[in-house]
């Protein structure tokens, strides 16, 4: 089964300042991988997915932006954080052919 | 639009009680439908799913009622307890890239 490893768990980043979220996946090969974000209390917001290398399709326009530069590998990032960037991100997996999703255990970001 | 709309937002139960949480939706080409539970600070981990082909699905304390005619599919918590406070999310797939999810449900055992 696969295992998605994502870092760190929790980051406090200043108003301005740039953000790279590393997800990595181990025992699969070739899956769809998946950012959101989930506001305190709220739901899961679809941010961006991709369903292979340099493929990103993005859901929702912002400050945010993701890439896929190895197959296993998926990053988020911003070039200038804001304030409504805070919120718990997550990575999540789905193996090709597949109809699981998994999510691995987030992080959650706080900028002030 | 939501696809998949999810009720109630909350829901507090005695422990020994039964939980239900209710999902509905529109898109018939949904064809799997999954349930989530996600503790504070943790990722949702898939709980249990079923698919549109039966009526009923149960692991454990856990059981899916799927009604195809409705589009409507429920969670049901059997004999609840405090460690099954958690927020719930129900979610539907049309095979693809696509998951659909509700809004999610906050549900507190109460001893």
């Known amino acids: 089964s696969q295992t998605i490893h994502q870092w760190p768990a929790t980051l406090v980043q200043p108003v301005g300042s740039p953000l790279s979220l590393e997800c990595t996946v181990e025992?699969?090969?070739?899956?769809?991988l998946y950012w959101y974000r989930q506001a305190a209390g709220r739901g899961l917001q679809l941010l961006f997915y991709s369903v292979g290398i340099g493929q990103i399709s993005s859901e929702v326009p912002q400050n945010l932006s993701a890439s896929r530069p190895q197959d296993r590998q998926f990053i988020l990032s911003s070039k200038k954080l804001l304030l409504s960037d805070s919120g718990f991100y997550l990575c999540a997996c789905l193996r090709a052919q597949g109809e699981k999703l998994f999510f691995g255990s987030g992080t959650q970001l706080s900028v002030l | 639009q939501q696809q998949v709309k999810q009720s109630p937002q909350s829901l507090i139960v005695q422990k020994g009680g039964i939980s239900i949480i209710n999902c509905a939706y529109e898109?018939?080409?949904?064809?799997?439908f999954p349930w989530y539970q996600q503790f504070p600070g943790k990722g949702p981990a898939l709980l249990i799913a079923?698919?549109?082909?039966?009526s009923e699905k149960k692991e454990g304390r856990f059981t899916i009622s799927f009604n195809k005619s409705a589009k409507q599919f429920s969670l049901h918590i059997m004999d609840s307890q405090p460690g099954d406070s958690a927020t719930y999310f129900c979610a539907a797939h049309p095979g693809g890239n696509q998951f659909y999810f509700g809004t999610g449900t906050s549900l507190t055992v109460i001893p």
């Open positions: 898109n018939t080409a949904f064809d799997y």
């Open positions: 079923i698919r549109p082909d039966v």
């Open positions: 025992g699969t090969s070739n899956p769809n």
